[in-house]
């Protein structure tokens, strides 16, 4: 439990300066942070609003995670799944085909499936994978027995590793996913063992227990070299014996797919391929080469990459994976644009009611879409906002039907520091201005400053309302999507990005809705249809008056001329009525905005914006690693680390040693003599001071078999010593612990020639 | 291939000196045997209908195919397998291990490591066996294997005196020229010859490779004539392409025999009508992928019809900008970067100043050509570390991403006043992004930049860009990127 909070720290480095203690209580999302945080007995989660936050609470929170996230990674694995169904089964196709029924290897062609994937490495394992997982289910359906052989350029390194590599996945039995790469680690190590000595006593077993042959060839491979491909041939040949076939009539598939060409040395695939074509007569193989998107186009890459002889010989199919931006965009439409159905709202706060804050999501997919494109990291990050909004926010519990009101101030006293509140009561004051019932709708503010009843009341409305809100959100944005033609609007948008623009209230000032309206030339009788009856205007008891009323008057249109006149008309209508609703009170409460780490300051490049999720997502790296090397309290000044001390830690506390000799470095020329370094580092120390520093702490540990130990620095410390030979060593022991853990990192580096040391860091760039 | 026969077409005299060589006398037959001449001209033929049809059965004879050979020890552990197996005597004859420097070798991995011990083990069965018979053992496509093969050469034509296998003849199959190593040595040498044209189209008429589809009911002797026109325009327009080569040739038949039986079968033509038949679609088998093969088609047709495809590069946007700066400072001298990727006006107005003057007499009456004078799109990529390329990225991201000018776009729209967003655009910087360098390790790995040296913190390392103008481009077509004019400033 502890570790959990220490790994949690990491990041909550706090630059701020003191009086910010003062400010953070406007922050309701921080407040923990100023005491120390406290773990619950029964969940990693800690406890909230200073340590007071009921336990049961605190328990509540972690299951309302659980049960969100899982109906969530549901609705994602399930998209996952389902996503390359149609390429998995036309695979299945290509491959259960027949050899004799299969013209080209009649007439000596190897069948290869070139598989077009997308340029994010980890994607494609994982489709690779999936694909496995599928072989192996259809495999019990038919009579057909799947091999499946996987190669990759990690193991693939020459051609003897290859066809090793292959004999080992084909004539083992079943290997199981995780021991895969366990004994690939072995096989390399033992590849010399492999060649030339092997024991005798198995062979001899061999040869009298021609009954249990089978297993022993497994092993054994006859005794031949394990790279000869003749294995491969020889295991078939038993295999179609014991089925009473032969190599065109067999059941027997064996699938080999290389799952990154790209990454193989283009004399090994040749080699490769040769081999397997060589043998496609003989043994009921299909290939499956893996390509990178870069090569879109197929023959181009075959005419650079293979010899004319092979390509005569291979008959090439191509498979398509679906694209990753459309996957990425259609996990987003499921998980947060659309209106969940009855079975999966069985949980305990509806989906619904909770919204992600646009910008976070457009933080989160730009990543996606600019710089990794990786639906895992897509997926991670998801989890992520929703653990930061249930770590981090006590107030969730609030929506729970289980919330039982106790300790029902310290809720209210947080709502009333909510951005929105305050914003609330400020309009509520103006209109006061003017009204009649001034002194009605004064005492209704003192209500609900003072009082929890009202302010309640208050949250329970926005609650509901909320739901409603998601609900016209969802039906502008289906409305706007739906008007946009796919090939001929240039601008063209994904849902996620219309949901973006209605929701921060951009959208009239945007070019994006001119440019819609104008390329609309006709409303045909299908989109009016698709408007009016695909869309829903109510889920439950909630109902979207607006949206009924738009649909009832564009239902009235009638072929004419005016019509898309009037269409537009009304669709701005609709918009308008629609933007006009404020923000609702209290959104926060269930929005996920992502966390908040620092004061929130204006940042006006969206890939510059901060927050938590943010931070988590993108650090600087190299930035966070200076200053901590610069200043060792942004890792050290936590809470763990202050609680064993009893006090904070100030810059009159020694530094770590690596910190010093960074200071050391900082000033270092760009080639560093390494006694001069030594030299340097030793005088930022002072003996006295810093040994009786090391002497205190060992002796506060109480540890007793370093007793000896102190008696023995105490005799440096004071000894008269005047060279200083033993001080001299211990600093020297540290300097070049320094050093090693520098290169480590990467800041330096040893040159070739010894004695320097060379900076490899670079400021600024 | 055509139909097997006594004799192959045009090879009767090859078949004849095989005869001459090859006997199922010891004392009559050769040692080694060179059988070599162009790829694909029928040698494995040859000899498999020489072995079939004219040897006598009692030569025994074992076919190795090097080119499936991986290592010098495979391919005599083959040898050694299939001379015992082919030899005829039953296993329990001899026993599988060897015994080799005193020592007994259990296992059949580990003998025949090198060719000494090929002999050793060779030896050892004659000992055990007394076996005598003639063998031809063929190493078919012996050039083709897999490692260097020098040395087998010598090996395999010393055998016979090296040793007490007399009963062995090697025949070396050689589509290349003769290896320098036996050149000088006296085997017999067996050359085939190309075809000609007229003698690959007899061959290619003896058999009927393609058949009509059998609804059609074409009569044979009207298939027959087909074909024969068939051949005769396909050897006739594919010659001077194919060579003798028999394996293009026939790939050839088969992908266009489609092309001129389809409107036989939609019924437009008759096929009685070869040639109006081969001018309407004489436009559409002459295109490049009859020569290169590798034209490769959607598995399902349904799948052709979903164009979903619509950007051919599914790199990231990062990527893409790291892939442009990449190549620009592959193609970009470094001492240019100031001209190019700087804001400093003044360099760039000196150097169009320098371009308008009229340059000296002396150098432009040479007329040699320099690195600058030539189109950077057409010289190699030059190396660049990697720094200079992140400093490029930086400028370049800055001016040209959609996504920076659309932040400052929405700046405007909300006429929100800030002060600072100058400020924060003139530092903003991609390289504090942590995806940057693992971006860059899956360019790498894509084969689409290179890195000189493997270790990544070396202050030497430094990397190149991989790609083709042409790729280049439509990267840059899909990102917007002005590509064209940072390369022609």
Known sequence: MKRDVDSQSTHYWLKRPKKSSLKASSYPHKVH????????????????????????????????????????????????QNANIELFDNLVKFISTSQRLDSTITRGKLPVGFLQLGSNVANNLRIFKEFGQYLRESQEESDLDYRIVNLSSRTCANIKATIREIVKQVTEDNVKEGEDEEDEEEDEEEEEEDD???????KAEEDDENGTKAEKTTKKYHGKISYDFDIIHEWCEEYFAGEGKNASTTNLRIVIVIQDSDALPNQLLNQVLKLIHSYSKLIPMKLIVGLSSINSNISTWLNNNLSNELRIGIKGSLFRTVDNKMLGHSICNDLFLRYSSEEEDTHEISLDSLMLSPDLISTILNRFQNSNNSIDSLVSSFKLSYMVYFYQSPLVSLLSPKFNGKFLHLYT???RKLPSFKRCIEIKLDQSEGDEDKE????????????????????????????????????TMNVLYHL????????????????????????????????LFNSISMITTEQIRFLTEELPTKIGNIVDTNFEQYQNDIRKLENGSDRREKFLKYTKRYLKIYLAHKQLPLYEVFTILGGSVQPAKMEVLEEKSKNLIIDLLRPELRAILEMGLEDSRSYLSNDLIQEELGSPISLRDPQPIITKLFQVYKDAPVNINIYDFYCAFRQTFEKHRDMTYLIDSITNDNIGSLSPLVADLEEIRDGKDTKDEQWNKISFAWFLQGCFELIQMGIVKEKPKGDYLEKVIWKGV | MPVLESTPLYRSKEVDLLSAFI????????????????????????LDSFFNNRLSPRVKKTIIRCDECVTKRVLLQRCLKRIREDSGIPKSKYSENVSYRGGEVTNFGGVCENFEN?????????????????????LDRIDQYMEIADDLYTAFNRLHEQSTVKFLTTVLVISGDLPKEIVTSSVPQIFFKAYEPDQVLDILQSQQLCEFNANLRIPTNIQVDFWNQYTKIIVDLFFSYTGSSMNVLIDICYELWEHFTKPIESGKYQPQDFLKIYREIRTSILDDNVFSQSSVEPYNETESNKTNSSSSFDLPVHSQFILMACYLASLIEPKNDLQMFSKLKTLRAEKSNKKSSPSKPSKSSRQQMTRQNIDTRLLTPGTFELERMLSILTVIYRNESSSLSASIERLHMIEEENDNWDKELATFTLNANIDVNSQLATLASLGLVQRTSSDVLSSQARWKCNMSWSTAESIAKELNFPLKTYLED
Not at chain 1, 447 to 475: A, R
Request: glycine fraction near 4%; aromatic fraction near 8%.
């Open chain 1, 33 to 80: 942070h100023e005491a120390a945080p406290q773990t619950c007995p029964d969940c990693p989660l800690s406890i909230l609003i200073g340590g007071a936050e009921p336990t049961e609470h605190v328990k509540l929170r972690y299951d309302l995670l659980q049960s969100t996230w899982n109906v969530q990674q549901q609705k994602i694995e399930k998209i996952l």
């Open chain 2, 23 to 46: 006997t199922d006398d010891i004392t009559t037959t050769v040692p080694a045997l060179i059988v070599h001449g162009y790829k694909s001209i029928g040698k494995t033929y040859t």
């Open chain 1, 440 to 475: 009605k709708t004064h005492q209704e503010i003192v209500d609900l400053l003072t009082q929890d009843g009202p302010l309640m009341d208050v949250f329970h409305e926005s609650v509901k309302k909320s739901k409603l809100e998601k609900l016209m959100l969802i039906n």
């Open chain 1, 484 to 515: 946009q033609d796919r090939k001929k609007f240039k601008n063209f948008k994904e849902k996620i990005d219309i949901y973006q623009l209605i929701a921060t209230r951009q959208i009239f000032s945007s070019f994006y809705l001119t440019n």
């Open chain 1, 413 to 415: 006293d947080l709502l």
């Open chain 2, 118 to 138: 090929f002999i050793i083990a060779m030896e050892q069965f004659i000992d055990e066996t007394g076996y005598n018979e003639p063998h031809v053992l063929v």
């Open chain 1, 196 to 202: 030339d000595d092997e024991d005798d006593q198995e």
